[in-house]
């Protein structure tokens, strides 16, 4: 079994941080009470920035011709693919009830 570096491990560390601080600072800045002219500029940003991470991490799990995860290659849906669904059109999740409020 292959095992990590100090050095690498603690780099994995610190990239792993950074995502939860940013991930940290959209939610709280989404649940706040009152939001300030920077608050709605931020988000504008934030908001926008993580759909396309969400896009691009479910473009690399399409399935190709064959029928398997363009990345993973294991049958489609890989497991990443049905991550992402699950927790995108979970009955509970917001992003359904946006969906629904739209029609």
Request: charged content about 25%; glycine content about 2%; aromatic content about 10%.
């Amino acid at each position: 079994m292959t095992t990590l570096s100090p050095t690498v491990a603690e780099a994995y560390k610190l990239l792993r941080t950074q995502i939860y601080e940013h991930l940290d600072t959209a939610e709280f800045l989404a649940l706040k009470d009152f939001w300030s002219e920077d608050d709605h500029e931020a988000l504008r940003q934030l908001v926008p920035d993580l759909l396309q991470v969400i896009r691009a991490v479910w473009h690399r799990h399409e399935p190709n011709w064959t029928g398997t995860c363009r990345l993973c290659l294991r049958e489609w849906p890989c497991a990443t693919a049905r991550l992402i669904h699950r927790e995108v059109m979970d009955p509970e999740n917001y992003f359904t009830r946006i969906h629904e409020n739209e029609g």
